[in-house]
């Protein structure tokens, strides 16, 4: 398909990468993402998103904007507080690329529903703060043959993989059952420096758009570590564990459950 004049002069500094342009362009307009968590993660993701082209966008958020969100969630403004997260996403999206499609999920994601509300898009993104979810999404995303890119951030540290869903190490390989419930602890009790989501999200978003346009090389069996205390990326090479409960050689998860940490 051609690209239209309004939208080469909005994609212009896209188009002129030569290994992108007009075909790669093209691919972002056909492509559909679905968005899981529109808070520190998912706000970045999803502006990038939106403002590079991707033809249509899902967010799943049934959480509402609060005041100790506005730290590092910059889709949401103070105005904002009270409303739901999913539809301020996406009326604040609309604003800035009318020409992307949204679809605002208000609900939580169980493994009731994960299957069919992933399977109308190419790619999901894990953009949550909680185990279960995290979880869930890796195995739906196995399961099912899609690609999932993941993140994950904590104090002033971060991580991003990409997984290609029955084809490249999945997060089961690395961590294949949830932390104890004693183990976790949260960003609100932990704390996160707002950057820190911001610069992991932009990975995912990133990783995305080279998974679409087939640019560069997204982060397949590899897991990129970031430290923003030492200012320093580390990545470690991950392979698919032939003991993995989802994706190994006798597979134990075979279908979707709530896990409970």
């Given amino acids: 398909m051609r690209i239209s004049g309004r939208e080469r002069q909005r994609y212009d500094c896209q188009l002129v990468l030569k290994e992108v342009g007009e075909r790669g362009q093209a691919a972002l307009r056909e492509a559909s993402v679905l968005v899981v968590g529109a808070g520190g993660l998912g706000a970045p993701v ?4 939106a403002a590079a082209g991707i033809g249509r966008l899902g967010v799943v958020d049934d959480d509402v904007v609060e005041l100790s969100n506005l730290q590092r969630q ?10 739901g997260k999913a539809e301020v996403a996406v009326e604040r999206l609309a604003a800035l690329n009318p020409e992307v499609t949204f679809e605002p999920h208000a609900a ?15 790619i999901v993104v894990t953009a ?3 185990f279960p979810t995290r979880y869930l999404l890796n195995d739906a995303c196995v399961l099912a043959g899609k690609t999932l890119v993941d993140g994950a951030v904590l104090r002033m540290t971060g991580l991003a993989m990409t997984i290609r869903g029955g084809e490249t190490a999945c997060y089961r390989c690395l961590f294949p059952e949830p932390p104890p419930a004693a183990g976790v602890v949260s960003c609100s ?10 610069l992991i999200g932009s990975i995912q978003a990133l990783e995305v758009i080279k998974v679409v346009t087939g640019v560069g090389r997204p982060l397949y069996g590899r897991l990129l570590q970031f430290d923003g205390g030492e200012m320093t990326f580390t990545e470690v090479e991950v392979a698919r564990a032939p003991t993995c409960p989802v994706c190994g050689d006798e597979p134990r998860v075979r ?7």
């Fill in 128 to 130: 949550v703060d909680n």
């Fill in 255 to 261: 279908e979707l459950v709530d896990l409970v940490v």
């Fill in 46 to 49: 999803l502006y990038y998103l």
């Fill in 108 to 122: 939580r994601l169980t493994a009731a529903g994960a299957a069919a509300l992933i399977e109308p898009y190419d």
């Fill in 74 to 83: 910059v889709l949401f403004t103070t105005a904002d507080i009270g409303r």
């Fill in 189 to 198: 009790e932990a704390g996160i420096l707002g950057p820190v989501p911001g």
